[in-house]
Structure formats: structure tokens, C-alpha cells
């Protein structure tokens, strides 16, 4: 089976990345461990994804976006950040610039469905589904992926976009570097007293972190950050034992909270492969940065990323250079590095920094909270990192 590019993972940034190609006349195939059903109409994870205004854009192009229901869309109006047991909250908001809401919330899942049903019209594209890969080589004349079947692919340039602990990333031999957080992430929706007025929270309290993300009406998304062994013990209560646990740990701040959904638990743990791109091969996603969801940039930098090297492929096919020219693979990989790079760093460090419960650490960025909402200019470029609201109108 022949085809010029074989994309390993039909999440969002394989399926994004698909499309991105439409109409380019190359030929793809898309390799998916999950049976086809589960593209087609996934289940609900719990992942509420704050996109931000490139990334609107973006699916937008894509034709994705018109497939996403509008009930299903949430407004962001402001951010808040608090810190302990202060009552002090640095706010963040659209300051009046005529861009709308901070962002959007949308389920990950509906996203998922939406690129899914985009890429199941495209003739150029082949999805394999309920299959793995079970080796991948690529040298200056080309590339075979094999199949867990037996099933050889030939193809000039092999994708990666199977998750943080990518597989095909490793058989490639690209080394990645792990920040394990020890923690583990639970999400959920909950409906709640009183109204959140679209404001979106992430509260380092100490021995937890408790993110609340406002959706449609008064439910919200909760994500509660805590060590496995705690988490294991939440997840073991059921009915009105957790709903009382849940809002005793977010101080009733929104009254009385109650599980609307399934729960659903992640590891955290931040991913960056060394190298973004080799012979014929490159990687996006979360295979190449696999973000903290501490700064909600994760979908966002993958959704950018698929489109920066989408754009490189098109620029090298027209000018006759091919699918795998290695001069755009690293214009892709430094486009990529330089966005992804110091977003992934800072976000670790925010993380590491907000949950140290020293008592040193906590006089420290209680100050730092303070701080930065009297410098407007700092606030401003948080904003603009927020929505990616200057990059979308230059997209």
C-alpha cells in the first residue's frame, strides 16, 4: 500500500493535521489503534479544552468548526488565579479590546468527533483503524511502517501523533525528556448553586489544586490535582459522599456541587522529544510536546503545530522540493521549538512553584500574585499568550 504520508494517530492533531492537507492531491494514510466506531462517535473524557482565538481559526478553516454544536460552546470571560487560603484572586480579562471572551470551552471529545467527520470526507485520505504499528523505517529513499498484521505502508514522509508516550517517537530512536509531577488529575462536571458569571479558576490550594472551567448554565468542569494515593481514595466514594467531598475542597465557594458526568482520572506528566523531526519523519502533538494542563496550552500548541508543518509540506510540494524536503522539516521544527519551548518550560515551573506547600514557597507566590496585578503591561501579555488573539487575526 503506497501513499506519499502515513500519520500514526487519528487524535486531534493526527486528525488536524489531515486535514490540513485537503486538497494538497497527496495521498494519506492514517493509522489508529482504536476501531473506527470510537472515532466516529467518541465518548466523553472529561476534557473540557479552553481554545483559544488562533485555534478557533484554525478548525475554522478546517471546516470543524461548524460541526461543533453551539450549546456545546462556552464563553470564557475572565481568568483567576488564587493562591492558599487568601481570598486574593490576580484576574484576567479581554480589558475591553473588542476581541470578545478570553476564549472558548468545547469537550474534547466533540472536537475529536468534529475533525473526525472533516477527515472521513477527504478521498485522499485512508483511515486504518483498530490496528498498531509494529516497526518504522525511513532512510533517503523512503519509508515503511508495518502493521501489527503484517501490512506494509510505503510512504515519503511517516508522521507521529500517537500521545505523549508515543511509541512510534521511540522506535525512531528520539529521546524526549519527562517531568513526572507525581500527581494525579481528575476531571469531571459538576452542577453547582450558585452562578460562575464565565469565570474560570485555578485555585493552588495547599495539598491540592482545584481548576473550576465554566460551561453552559451552572455547570462547570472540575479538574482536582491531588497524589495518586489521595485521588484513589476520592475516586472510591460514590453518590452524595463525593459530591459533599468535592464541595467541601473547593470551600462551597460555588455552593453545592454535584457529579453530572462520568469521572475520569490522568497522570500528569510533561513531555518534550529532543527533536522534533528526522529522515522523513516527523512528529506533532502531543508526541512532540505533551504539556501540563496548568496553562490550558496543550490542544492549542499541538492544533498550531499540526498547521505549521501542514504549511511547510504544501510550500515544498509546490516548488517541486517533495513531501519530505529536509529544509522545510527544519523550518517546521524551529517554528516549533521556538513556540513550544519556553511555553513548556515556564509552564513547569509555574507548576512546580504553585504546589510547593513550603512555607517559604507560599509567602512567595502569594507576593507574586500580588505583583502581577499591579503590572498592567504583565497582565496584557498574559492576555495575548491567553487567546493567541493577535496571531489568529494575522492567520
Same mark, same amino acid.
Given at each position: 500500500?503506497?501513499?506519499?504520508?502515513?500519520?500514526?494517530?487519528?487524535?486531534?492533531?493526527?486528525?488536524?493535521?489531515?486535514?490540513?492537507?485537503?486538497?494538497?492531491?497527496?495521498?494519506?494514510?492514517?493509522?489508529?489503534?482504536?476501531?473506527?466506531?470510537?472515532?466516529?462517535?467518541?465518548?466523553?473524557?472529561?476534557?473540557?479544552?479552553?481554545?483559544?482565538?488562533?485555534?478557533?481559526?484554525?478548525?475554522?478553516?478546517?471546516?470543524?468548526?461548524?460541526?461543533?454544536?453551539?450549546?456545546?460552546?462556552?464563553?470564557?470571560?475572565?481568568?483567576?488565579?488564587?493562591?492558599?487560603?487568601?481570598?486574593?484572586?490576580?484576574?484576567?480579562?479581554?480589558?475591553?479590546?473588542?476581541?470578545?471572551?478570553?476564549?472558548?470551552?468545547?469537550?474534547?471529545?466533540?472536537?475529536?468527533?468534529?475533525?473526525?467527520?472533516?477527515?472521513?470526507?477527504?478521498?485522499?485520505?485512508?483511515?486504518?483503524?483498530? #490496528?498498531?504499528? /509494529?516497526? *518504522?523505517?525511513?532512510? +533517503?529513499? @523512503?519509508?515503511?511502517?508495518?502493521? $501489527?498484521? %503484517?501490512?506494509? !505502508?510505503?510512504?515519503?514522509?511517516?508522521?507521529?501523533?500517537?500521545?505523549?508516550?508515543?511509541?512510534?517517537?521511540?522506535?525512531?530512536?528520539?529521546?524526549?525528556?519527562?517531568?513526572?509531577?507525581?500527581?494525579?488529575?481528575?476531571?469531571?462536571?459538576?452542577?453547582?448553586?450558585?452562578?460562575?458569571?464565565?469565570?474560570?479558576?485555578?485555585?493552588?490550594?495547599?495539598?491540592?489544586?482545584?481548576?473550576?472551567?465554566?460551561?453552559?448554565?451552572?455547570?462547570?468542569?472540575?479538574?482536582?490535582?491531588?497524589?495518586?494515593?489521595?485521588?484513589?481514595?476520592?475516586?472510591?466514594?460514590?453518590?452524595?459522599?463525593?459530591?459533599?467531598?468535592?464541595?467541601?475542597?473547593?470551600?462551597?465557594?460555588?455552593?453545592?456541587?454535584?457529579?453530572?458526568?462520568?469521572?475520569?482520572?490522568?497522570?500528569?506528566?510533561?513531555?518534550?522529544?529532543?527533536?522534533?523531526?528526522? #529522515?522523513?519523519? /516527523?512528529? *506533532?502533538?502531543?508526541? +512532540?510536546? @505533551?504539556?501540563?494542563?496548568?496553562? $490550558?496550552? %496543550?490542544?492549542? !500548541?499541538?492544533?498550531?503545530?499540526?498547521?505549521?508543518?501542514?504549511?511547510?509540506?504544501?510550500?515544498?510540494?509546490?516548488?517541486?522540493?517533495?513531501?519530505?524536503?529536509?529544509?522545510?522539516?527544519?523550518?517546521?521544527?524551529?517554528?516549533?521549538?521556538?513556540?513550544?519551548?519556553?511555553?513548556?518550560?515556564?509552564?513547569?515551573?509555574?507548576?512546580?512553584?504553585?504546589?510547593?506547600?513550603?512555607?517559604?514557597?507560599?509567602?512567595?507566590?502569594?507576593?507574586?500574585?500580588?505583583?502581577?496585578?499591579?503590572?498592567?503591561?504583565?497582565?496584557?501579555?498574559?492576555?495575548?499568550?491567553?487567546?493567541?488573539?493577535?496571531?489568529?487575526?494575522?492567520?
Amino acid at each position: 500500500m503506497q501513499f506519499d504520508i502515513v500519520v500514526v494517530g487519528a487524535g486531534p492533531a493526527g486528525l488536524a493535521f489531515a486535514a490540513s492537507l485537503a486538497g494538497s492531491g497527496l495521498r494519506l494514510a492514517l493509522v489508529e489503534k482504536q476501531p473506527e466506531p470510537a472515532l466516529a462517535d467518541p465518548a466523553f473524557d472529561g476534557r473540557e479544552i479552553a481554545l483559544t482565538h488562533l485555534s478557533m481559526t484554525l478548525l475554522r478553516r478546517l471546516g470543524a468548526w461548524e460541526r461543533i454544536p453551539e450549546a456545546d460552546i462556552a464563553p470564557l470571560r475572565e481568568a483567576q488565579v488564587l493562591n492558599g487560603v487568601s481570598s486574593f484572586a490576580l484576574r484576567f480579562d479581554a480589558e475591553g479590546k473588542g476581541d470578545g471572551p478570553l476564549g472558548v470551552l468545547v469537550p474534547n471529545h466533540l472536537i475529536r468527533r468534529s475533525l473526525y467527520e472533516v477527515v472521513q470526507g477527504l478521498p485522499e485520505v485512508t483511515l486504518l483503524a483498530g #490496528t498498531t504499528v /509494529a516497526a *518504522v523505517q525511513t532512510s +533517503a529513499s @523512503g519509508a515503511t511502517v508495518e502493521l $501489527a498484521d %503484517g501490512t506494509k !505502508l510505503s510512504a515519503q514522509l511517516v508522521v507521529a501523533a500517537d500521545t505523549r508516550f508515543s511509541e512510534t517517537r521511540r522506535r525512531m530512536g528520539i529521546p524526549a525528556t519527562m517531568q513526572d509531577f507525581g500527581k494525579s488529575m481528575l476531571v469531571c462536571r459538576v452542577a453547582h448553586e450558585r452562578p460562575h458569571h464565565g469565570i474560570a479558576t485555578e485555585w493552588f490550594g495547599y495539598g491540592q489544586t482545584f481548576a473550576i472551567l465554566p460551561l453552559n448554565g451552572d455547570v462547570s468542569g472540575a479538574v482536582l490535582t491531588l497524589p495518586a494515593r489521595e485521588m484513589d481514595q476520592v475516586m472510591a466514594l460514590e453518590g452524595a459522599e463525593f459530591d459533599a467531598d468535592i464541595t467541601r475542597r473547593y470551600r462551597n465557594r460555588l455552593g453545592a456541587m454535584r457529579l453530572v458526568s462520568t469521572r475520569h482520572v490522568y497522570p500528569l506528566v510533561g513531555v518534550f522529544a529532543q527533536r522534533f523531526v528526522a #529522515t522523513r519523519f /516527523a512528529l *506533532v502533538g502531543d508526541a +512532540a510536546v @505533551g504539556m501540563h494542563p496548568v496553562t $490550558a496550552h %496543550g490542544f492549542n !500548541l499541538g492544533l498550531r503545530g499540526a498547521d505549521s508543518l501542514a504549511r511547510e509540506i504544501r510550500d515544498a510540494v509546490e516548488r517541486g522540493r517533495g513531501v519530505a524536503d529536509r529544509r522545510a522539516l527544519a523550518r517546521y521544527q524551529t517554528d516549533h521549538m521556538r513556540a513550544s519551548r519556553p511555553l513548556y518550560l515556564a509552564t513547569n515551573a509555574t507548576a512546580l512553584f504553585y504546589t510547593d506547600d513550603r512555607f517559604p514557597a507560599r509567602v512567595l507566590r502569594a507576593a507574586a500574585l500580588r505583583v502581577g496585578s499591579r503590572l498592567a503591561p504583565f497582565r496584557r501579555a498574559v492576555v495575548e499568550r491567553l487567546t493567541e488573539a493577535g496571531a489568529a487575526r494575522d492567520a
